[in-house]
Nanobody
Framework: QVQLVESGGGLVQAGGSLRLSCAAS????????IGWYRQAPGKQRELAAA???????NYVNSVKGRFTISRDNAKNTVFLQMNSLKPEDTAVYYC?????????????WGQGTQVTVSS
């Protein structure tokens, strides 16, 4: 059974930091590229950062230099260290494979974790 469980979100002031975690199970974690996606109110979900099985990472321009994605293949876990947070980082954050997992012809998503950055 596929599971993606995100945690670590919260309310933080601008300039602060948060570390998100995602525990994955039910699929071949090590061989998949994993991403952190985010969806702000009224906006489409976007891929903020992604990491391949070998550790190579990519970031959307708006988070470069502030966010760091990492993974622990032994524990099927992926992390997102977010520093120098800005109000525009406010969103629900989801982890998923890149491209997203599909189950019964639909994209599968976990519950996500809310990140709110106050100004």
């Amino acid at each position: 059974q596929v599971q993606l469980v995100e945690s670590g979100g919260g309310l933080v002031q601008a300039g602060g930091s948060l570390r998100l975690s995602c525990a994955a199970s039910g699929f071949a974690f090590t061989s998949n590229r994993i991403g952190w996606y985010r969806q702000a109110p009224g906006k489409q979900r976007e891929l903020a950062a992604a990491i391949s099985g070998d550790g190579s990472a990519n970031y959307v321009n708006s988070v470069k230099g502030r966010f760091t994605i990492s993974r622990d293949n032994a524990k099927n876990t992926v992390f997102l260290q977010m520093n120098s947070l800005k109000p525009e980082d406010t969103a629900v954050y989801y982890c998923n494979t890149n491209p997203p997992l599909r189950i019964n012809f639909k994209d599968y998503w976990g519950q996500g974790t809310q990140v709110t950055v106050s100004s």
